[in-house]
């Protein structure tokens, strides 16, 4: 049961973030002088807040009404670790307020935030149509281009999640539905974000460099020897 909370509570966390990072997109394109007045650290502080604590107790009913339930000595979880509806689906007691339970949660932490993500991109879009200039609309779309790359990774490893329950495939398919959704992103977060970080490039140009110099010391080592 605290495998399956964490679990979903950082699935939850993730979806927030994503809100946040569209919200603060959207102030930096829609309102760029203002943006240094309207996202200060008390604001970072509040939508870390924001997409944190709600993800820290909306699993916890879930969990709870699941704790209730009636299971066999050996009942077996067909998955590679506890997740809700696996966990539901073990039990020998009536699981349909579970399941629905499950589904509003579901609802919650899914689609309202990717409805909250169209809506700022929206705003985005309608701010970006606005400049004449076409490098200034290649600028303003290039600041959002990892994030769009990970709300699309993100919902789409869902949908795949999703289809994999729903659809009369094997048990196989089933896990690895769910292992890709919580797996594949986390995996490409860092991929997608770093090289648009400034310090991760002078980091790696700084490691390349160093190496460079070592391996051209013991060139001529070996040649001198």
């Known amino acids: 049961f605290l495998q399956r909370h964490h679990f979903h ?64 000595n050996t009942a077996p979880i067909s998955h590679c670790f506890c997740d809700h509806l696996a966990g539901v689906q073990a039990s020998c007691s009536d699981t349909t307020p579970q399941t629905f339970m499950g589904l509003c949660i579901a609802m919650v932490v899914s689609f309202l935030p990717l ?36 709300v699309g990774t993100y919902y789409s490893s869902i949908a795949t999640a999703y289809v994999a329950y729903r659809a009369d495939l ?10 890709v959704y919580a797996v594949l992103t986390p995996v490409l977060n860092p991929l997608i974000y770093m090289p648009r970080s400034k310090d ?15 391996l051209f010391l013991d060139f001529e080592n070996s040649i001198s020897s």
């Open 9 to 72: 509570s950082f699935s939850c966390s993730e979806a927030f973030v994503l809100v946040a990072v569209a919200y603060d997109r959207c102030v930096a394109i829609c309102r760029p002088l203002r943006y240094p007045v309207l996202m200060t650290s008390r604001t970072s502080a509040a939508l870390a807040a924001c997409a944190w604590l709600p993800a820290l107790l909306l699993p916890i009913p879930a969990v709870v009404q699941t704790s209730h339930l009636a299971f066999d």
């Open 115 to 150: 409805l909250l993500v169209l809506l700022s991109y929206a705003h985005i879009l309608a701010a970006v149509l606005r400049i004449s200039s076409r490098e200034g609309r290649s600028k303003a779309f290039s600041t959002c281009g990892s994030h769009l790359l990970v």
């Open 170 to 179: 094997p048990l196989d398919f089933h896990i690895m539905g769910n292992v």
């Open 200 to 214: 991760v490039k002078a980091a790696i140009t700084k490691i390349v460099a160093y190496y460079k110099t070592v």
